[in-house]
């Protein structure tokens, strides 16, 4: 067991005039729920969702002060069953951390065993981070597609929010697998950015954003990644062509869906929801697997690092649309 039983964390506090504050702060184990491993996080990472914990959301995180932190990579220090045994080396995503259960953007969290994966030979618990959820929920719908029988030689495939978390980790994966992806973004100063990330197209956002109020558009993608909802999805929506796929798995733009039911009954097209919270194990497992062997992308090319002291700024920034790719938090600094 650690000798320190004090670490360091963010916590977010809601003021008496309904404002919430941000500090870096000493908190013990004694603060920390009951759970069956209590790990020492090595990494976390910023995902849109930690943003709006953050800042107060109430749709996310009900009850202040909290930690925020969907995310955390690693070693158990100490285990109440069989599965983990002290000295693992563990991912924690998803489930309840850091929504209403203090997560990664703490030194420690206390968590049930069902919701720690074993590290998968093949990644580090840094490069785990670089994925973290939103590269977890991009290779789940590359995975849906594809089960959904969406091949490289189907036709072009479309991802939103391209140069985000979720967008570009799907970017990485479905040009590693050598579809024909092209990129949406509203930063037409990045399109280098999803060039080398393998993007073979790349479009602006007004061009993913009609506005015509047509039920259909003429249609182009054989498979959507989208992770931006709104009116972007029901554009991509209208703009699949006939037996086409649409993975949906976020709502950065609205989670309102303002679309006929003419593209699924006059082209079949597909639309599949994603999620990467509740997930069978088996699932997680797998899918981490890929992640860490076959779909393993070069992390190097879409990922900053930040200390927990500098992490503030970045959650304003994400809120903004203003981060490129993904952000891990090193709680060793």
Known sequence: MPLLQAFKAMVVSETADQKFIREIRQKEWSDLPAGELLIE?????????????????????RKYPHTPGIDAAGVVATSSTSQFGAGDQVIVTGFDLGMNTAGGFGQYISVPAS???????????????????????????????????????????????????????????????G??????????????????????????REEANDTSGRPLQKGRWAGVVDAVGGNILATAIKSTKYGGL???????????????????????????????????????????????QDWKLDLSRFV??????????????????????????????
Do not use: H
Not at 41 to 61: F, I, Q
Not at 260 to 267: D, K, Q, T
């Open 246 to 292: 649409v993975a949906a798995c976020g709502n950065t733009m609205s989670a309102d869906l303002a679309v006929s039911v003419y593209p699924f009954i006059l082209r079949g097209v597909s639309l599949l929801g994603v999620d990467s919270v509740e997930i069978p194990m088996n699932t997680r497992l797998r899918t981490w697997q890929k992640l860490a």
């Open 179 to 204: 579809f024909n992806v092209v990129a949406a973004t509203g930063k037409t100063d990045e399109r280098d950015f999803l060039a080398r990330l393998g993007a073979k197209t790349i479009i602006s």
């Open 115 to 177: 919701w720690a994966v074993k590290l998968p030979q093949g990644l580090t618990l840094k490069e785990s981070m670089a994925y973290g959820t939103a590269g977890l929920t991009a290779a789940l719908c590359v995975m849906r597609l594809m089960a959904f029988g969406l091949s490289k030689d189907s036709g072009e495939v479309l991802v939103t929010g391209a140069t985000g978390g979720v967008g570009s980790v799907a970017v990485g994966i479905l040009a590693k697998l």
């Open 41 to 61: 996080v090595k990494y976390s990472s910023l995902n849109y969702k930690d943003a709006l914990s953050a800042s107060g959301n109430k749709g996310v995180t």
């Open 304 to 333: 900053s690092e930040c200390a927990l002291e500098e992490l503030s700024p970045k959650i304003d920034l994400i809120l903004k649309g203003g981060i490129r790719g993904r952000v891990v938090v090193d709680l060793n600094r």
